[in-house]
């Protein structure tokens, strides 16, 4: 795919992120080479779903070089730290968003066993092999709202290396006692719950505006530690997260596991509606639980889909909700899996994004971010979106860019007044940018010596 210059509703985002900035900040705006580049950015990253700076290139013949895309990626002095949290304002006040429910989640990156150069690579469990492989971790922070889900926040994981040293140490001591003493925590190293409550609480300051109706996490993030935080942050909320059926209750002066309790009081079957949308068969069952970890009483519910034969269990933080609110709340969990598939799947980062340190890092997340936002100033879904339609996908948006951009370059090529040789500056530059490499896989050129017998050898 080649490119002539962003289309349209790339460049409208950008001019429109550049007034935010300059509102939040004056005189800290970008210049019109920056917007330029951004715009080229985010328009190549479509083109092509990566973040890999020799594809930008190839897209863009005789246009910027790949040392230019990497100084401006380094040294340009572009406000990096900025462009998201105006982005995401750009978004909510275009669509004027002003309420919804705040999703916690993480998502991994595998890497080369070799990496040494890219940040926060570290050893993480393989969910597809049950092994273990070298990868970075991401937690990222999506509200769900009335029209739209959006990426508005992100961190990267890394254990302390000192703790897991110490954790390998205990396990091949045993028992025997060798072990030294666990080493104190260090700060520069936040759980994924810290960094969990480290976004929300930088959303509560940033977007004070936008009124939240509850937030929602896996069982990573159903501890007491948790829930105190989110409650310092956005005071009296609804908290929403799994817990392990193991998990003990208090329950007529006993400890019992909270899989124990619902089997002597099972639920019933009921009608739920999933995310506003489908209605399907669930046998939910509920009750107003002291939670030994949590020392507090709870809302615990049990449910099960239809088919499904084990529960899984929600715990809630505020009594007050109906059983049926909370549980077609927790639905809306699901769709940060949806978003980080869309994003794996075609915003360029989890492919060919090699770019080291944490700059390269978080400058790199933070143009795919970027582009996810940039998606929903195309006119098409504008036009949707404003008339309470149905949304478009993230794939089709791309598709539909990717001819449009092949239209464009055609279009400005045939307008030239001058197309012989603007065809002949192109035809240089695609010899000097596609270059062409030796293959390995044909014998051509190569002398593997004689492959037959030898007649001396043959009384050996």
Request: hydrophobic fraction near 35%; proline fraction near 4%; charge should be positive.
């Amino acid at each position: 795919m080649l490119i002539d210059k962003p289309l349209s509703f790339i460049t409208e985002f950008v001019e429109t992120l550049n007034d935010a900035i300059g509102k939040h900040s004056p005189g800290s705006g970008l210049s019109s080479k920056q917007r330029y580049r951004i715009g080229f950015c985010m328009m190549a990253i479509l083109m092509t779903n990566t973040i890999c700076w020799a594809k930008f290139a190839r897209a863009n013949p005789g246009g910027y070089t790949i040392a230019a895309l990497s100084w401006m990626f380094r040294h340009s002095g572009i406000p990096w730290e900025k462009l998201l949290c105006q982005s995401i304002g750009c978004v909510l006040s275009q669509y004027g968003i002003t309420t919804g429910t705040l999703v916690v989640d993480d998502s991994e990156k595998k890497r080369s066993e070799n990496t040494k150069r890219i940040s926060d690579v570290h050893k993480i469990r393989d969910k597809k092999t049950d092994g273990y492989i070298m990868g970075q971790c991401i937690v990222f922070l999506i509200p769900v709202t009335p029209l739209i889900t959006i990426p508005v926040g992100f961190m990267l994981y890394m254990p302390d290396p000192r703790l897991t040293e110490w954790y390998k140490l205990k396990k091949r001591s045993g028992k025997s006692g060798s072990c030294p003493k666990k080493p104190p925590k260090n700060t520069n190293y936040p759980t994924k719950q810290e960094i969990a409550l480290i976004l929300l609480k930088k959303f509560a300051a940033e977007h004070s505006h936008i009124r939240i109706k509850c937030i929602l996490a896996d069982n990573l993030y159903g501890c007491k530690t948790f829930f105190a935080g989110v409650g310092k942050s956005f005071g009296k909320i609804q908290m929403i997260s799994q817990m392990k059926s193991n998990q003990n209750i208090s329950y007529k002066n006993k400890e019992i596991s909270v899989s124990r309790y619902f089997s002597s009081y099972p639920g019933i079957s009921q009608k739920l509606v999933i995310r506003g949308g489908e209605e399907i068969n669930c046998i939910i069952g509920s009750a107003r639980l002291h939670v030994c970890a949590h020392r507090e009483k709870r809302f615990v519910i049990a449910m099960k889909y239809e088919g499904e034969e084990d529960y899984r269990y929600l715990i809630a933080s505020e009594l007050t909700w109906r059983t049926e609110d909370i549980a077609k709340a927790f639905t809306q969990r699901w769709l940060i899996e949806v978003f980080i598939q869309d994003w794996k799947s075609y915003e360029g980062w989890n492919t060919l994004t090699k770019q080291r340190g944490d700059e390269g890092t978080t400058r790199s997340l933070i143009l795919s971010l970027s582009v996810d936002h940039c998606l929903l100033f195309h006119p098409e879904q504008t036009a949707r979106l404003n008339n309470k339609l149905p949304a478009i996908t993230v794939g089709s948006l791309i598709e539909k860019s990717k001819a449009d951009c092949l239209l464009s370059f055609v279009q400005g090529l045939l307008s030239s007044d001058e197309v012989e040789k603007k065809l002949e500056y192109l035809k240089e530059s695609i010899h000097r940018v596609f270059k062409l490499f030796p293959s390995t896989k044909h014998m051509a050129g190569r002398d593997l010596g004689r492959l037959e017998p030898s007649p001396s050898l043959k009384y050996k």
